[in-house]
C-alpha cells in the first residue's frame, strides 16, 4: 500500500500514516511519501508501537519515503 | 494517443530510479539560498546595529529562536496535543528542561534586579500578568486553536520560514484574532482584567521559595507526563547509536557539521538551547514573546483600513506581550523578534535542504488554519501571550499565571484533539 502525505499540516502525515497501517494486510507494506521533516521521528516511533520497522530514503529535496514493515 | 498513460508521467508515488543529478543539483541550490540567505541576515543585524542596538540584538535572538526551533523541529503544540493524540510526551519533556534551566537563569537576574522582595516591587521584564478567568478562557481558546492549525504562534512563524502555506495562513488568522480582540479589550479591561491580582510566588514565598516552588512544579509535571507516556503506551526501544568513530580531525568536523546543519537536533536539545536564548535575550530587556510583534503589525493594518482599535486602557501598566498599538512600531523589536524567527527559520532548513513550499490538497486545511489561527489570536490577546510569552517566559519568571494557562492549554489541546479526530 501506498500513501502520499505531501502538502498536509502537523499532525495528519502521522495520523493518516497510523490509520494506514492499522488497515494493512500483514503480508504488506506501506510507503509513505511525506514532505513533513517532524514525520521522520513521529512515525518510525508509532509504527514501532504497532510492530513495524521504518526505511527512510530521501526521494527528492525535502521529501522522503517511509516504508514500513512488519517486524518478523 | 488520449486514452494511454504514459508510464513516465503515471502517477507512480516514488519516483522509482529518481533521476540521481536532480537531487543533489536542488539541494545544492537549497544550500545557497540558504548561504544567501545568512548573509542578508547578517547585513541586517549590521545595518540595524548602525541605528539602534536593541533592534539588532533582537533581529540576532529571533534569528537564533528560528534556527533552533527548525533544527529540533520544537513544536509547543505538539507537546501539548500528542500527550492526547499518540500518548508521547517527548517534546513536553524537552519544554520541561528548558524552563528548569530558564527559572534558575531568571532568577538570578531578577534577584540582581529587585534585590528587596516587597509588596509592588515586581522585576523589570519578568512576565508577571493579571490572573483570572481571561487567563483561563484565553489558554483554552489558544489550545484548541493550535491544535487545529497545526501549530501555535511561534510554531507557525518557523513553519512559515520552512515554506508551509498552511502556517502562512494561520499567521493570518491570529493577526485577525489578536485584532478583534484588541477591539474587545477595553470591555474585558473594565469588566475583569483591571481588577484581577499580579501574582508573583517571591512576593508571597519569597525567592528561594518561588524558585522551589517552581522546581518542584516542574519535576512533579516531569513525572505526570512520564506516567502519562507510561500509562498510555508501550515504552520505545533507545535508538541504537552508530558505532563509528571519526578517524581524523577533518572527518570529526565534517561529523559535527553535519550533527548541527543537517541532521535535526534531539528536542531536549532544542529546549535548553532555547531556555538559554530566553535568559540572554532577559539580560536585554524582556524575555522571549511573540505576540506582542503580531499584534502590532495586526494593529497596524487595521488602522491603514481605518478598522484600528485605538487606545486600548491599562496597557502601560501591563508587562508582557501587552503591547500599545498607538506608540509602537511595525518594525520595532517586537516585530523585528518575529522577523528573525522567520528568517532564522528560512536559514535552518535552507541549509539542510528541508525548505519546500507546501501546499495543503484539502480545502478544509485552510479552513482548519484560518479558524484555529483566530482562535488562537483571540485568545492570546485575552492571556497577554501565547505558548511563548504567557508560558514559556512567564513559569521562569515565577508568575503564577504561567502555571495556570499551562494548565488551560492542555485543556484546550484535549478539546482540540478531540475536535481533530472528528475531522476528515
Known amino acids: 500500500m501506498k500513501i502520499d502525505v505531501r502538502g498536509e499540516i502537523c499532525p495528519y502525515p502521522q495520523v493518516k500514516t497510523v490509520a494506514a497501517l492499522k488497515k494493512l494486510a500483514a503480508s504488506d507494506q506501506l510507503e509513505v511519501l511525506t514532505d513533513h521533516p517532524p514525520a521522520l521521528e513521529t512515525v518510525p516511533a508509532q509504527a514501532a508501537r504497532l510492530g513495524y520497522v521504518a526505511e527512510i530514503t530521501e526521494v527528492g529535496s525535502a521529501e522522503w519515503c517511509i516504508v514500513l514493515r512488519k517486524t518478523s | ?424
Open chain 2, 1 to 424: 494517443m488520449s486514452g494511454e498513460v504514459n508510464p513516465a508521467q503515471s502517477p507512480t508515488l516514488i519516483p522509482s530510479g529518481v533521476q540521481p543529478s536532480i537531487v543533489p543539483r536542488r539541494r545544492r541550490l537549497n544550500v545557497a539560498l540558504g548561504v544567501a540567505a545568512g548573509a542578508a541576515a547578517f547585513f541586517i543585524f549590521v545595518a540595524t546595529a548602525w541605528s539602534d542596538r536593541l533592534l539588532a540584538v533582537f533581529w540576532l535572538f529571533g534569528l537564533a529562536f528560528g534556527f533552533v526551533l527548525q533544527r529540533s523541529r520544537f513544536c509547543f503544540a505538539s507537546a501539548f496535543r500528542d500527550l492526547f493524540l499518540l500518548g508521547d510526551a517527548r517534546v513536553m519533556k524537552g519544554i520541561i528542561a528548558g524552563l528548569a534551566l530558564a527559572t534558575v537563569g531568571f532568577a538570578v537576574l531578577m534577584v540582581r534586579l529587585v534585590p528587596e522582595v516587597g509588596f509592588g516591587s515586581l522585576p523589570p521584564g519578568a512576565t508577571v500578568l493579571p490572573l483570572g478567568i481571561h487567563t483561563l478562557l484565553g489558554g483554552v481558546l489558544f489550545g484548541v486553536g493550535m491544535v487545529l492549525a497545526g501549530g501555535c504562534t511561534s510554531g507557525s512563524l518557523y513553519r512559515a520560514g520552512e515554506g508551509y502555506v498552511g502556517s502562512m495562513i494561520a499567521l493570518l488568522g491570529i493577526m485577525v484574532g489578536l485584532e478583534i480582540s484588541s477591539h474587545t479589550w477595553n470591555w474585558w479591561w473594565a469588566f475583569h482584567i483591571s481588577r484581577a491580582p499580579l501574582i508573583w510566588l517571591p512576593e508571597q514565598l519569597g525567592y528561594l521559595g518561588g524558585i522551589l516552588v517552581t522546581l518542584l512544579g516542574l519535576l512533579v509535571s516531569f513525572l505526570v507526563v512520564s506516567w502519562w507516556e507510561f500509562r498510555t503506551s508501550i515504552m520505545l526501544p533507545a535508538k541504537s547509536a552508530d558505532g563509528h568513530t571519526p578517524s581524523s580531525f577533518g572527518e570529526h568536523l565534517r561529523v559535527l557539521g553535519h550533527t548541527v546543519f543537517v541532521k535535526g537536533w534531539p528536542v531536549v536539545v532544542g529546549g535548553v538551547a532555547l531556555g538559554v536564548l530566553n535568559v540572554f535575550l532577559y539580560t536585554y530587556r524582556h524575555p522571549w514573546g511573540v505576540v506582542a510583534g503580531l499584534g502590532i503589525w495586526a494593529d497596524k493594518l487595521a488602522s491603514a483600513a481605518d478598522l484600528g482599535a485605538g487606545e486600548l486602557l491599562g496597557r502601560s501598566s501591563l508587562a508582557g506581550c501587552a503591547f500599545e498599538p498607538e506608540t509602537a512600531s511595525a518594525l520595532g523589536h517586537m516585530p523585528l523578534l518575529n522577523l528573525g524567527v522567520i528568517g532564522g527559520a528560512f536559514i535552518a532548513a535552507s541549509l539542510a535542504s528541508e525548505f519546500k513550499l507546501r501546499i495543503p490538497r484539502q480545502p478544509l486545511r485552510y479552513v482548519q488554519s484560518v479558524g484555529g489561527g483566530v482562535c488562537m489570536g483571540y485568545g492570546a490577546g485575552l492571556a497577554l501571550g501565547c505558548t511563548v510569552g504567557a508560558f514559556f517566559s512567564a513559569i521562569p519568571s515565577l508568575a503564577l499565571n504561567g502555571w495556570v494557562f499551562a494548565m488551560a492549554l492542555t485543556i484546550g489541546a484535549f478539546l482540540g484533539v478531540k475536535l481533530l479526530n472528528r475531522l476528515p
